[in-house]
């Protein structure tokens, strides 16, 4: 299935915040071009890791501490993460160096144009940890929980691969559950209320996860599996 992601970029807000420290600019410098994946053409999973292992991807993870988590808890598996915000790559590159990680290749800039490139049904899971709420109405559409991003999540997971969201926030949270109750190719794995109130042991908290909880916000997390 082809969508063209001109048609659904999700690309707003800043991509720079504070300078890189001197110690994270040699970092940026020098891991990110060993780390990123092509800047262009179709994505090979093979020739990217050198392995057919099973391959899994995060849109905008933000800090990076899920994504070097997942990473270090099944080392035979393969992960790429994109963000388009500059200092949190950084803070993925100090997660892979500190932990010595093998198994992450990061595109830094639009998730859509990455997950656009990998062959359809090549995933085996798909991470979207504390979108961008985009809490305003008439800003809905920017929302990455929307008919087109899903279209391209739903053409790129393999079938019974697990599509993960979480927030915090209760209008995304009704609005994702709207999306996803019109889409047939996903089943809600909840069997009860529990299910997606408490976090599962093998999704690690992300750092906007925490600041929610700090603030005494409920977070839901949503498991789908692709039919
Ligand atoms: C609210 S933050 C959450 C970060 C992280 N997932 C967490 O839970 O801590 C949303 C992140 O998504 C990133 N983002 C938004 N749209 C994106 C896109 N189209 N491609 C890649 N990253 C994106 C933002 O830069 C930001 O870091």
Redesign the pocket.
Known sequence: MTVDPATI???????KGHKLRVGQQAMFDTMLPELAIPEDGPLDARAIFGNDSPLEF??????G??LAAQAAARPDTNFIG????IN?VVGLLGHIKDAGLTNIRI?M?????ALERLPDGSLDRL???????WPKAKHAKRR?MNHGPIDMIAAKLKPGAEFRL?TDHPIYCRWAMMIMGQRPEFAWQAQNPRDFLDRPEDWPE??????ARGKGHEVWYFRYLRQ
């Open positions: 970029r999700r690309l707003y807000g800043r991509s995060e849109i905008g993870f933000g800090s501490e899920h994109c963000e388009h915000f949190g595109h800039g639009d998730a859509l144009d991470y979207l940890l504390h979108p961008d709420p990455m979480g992300t750092r906007y996860e925490r600041k």
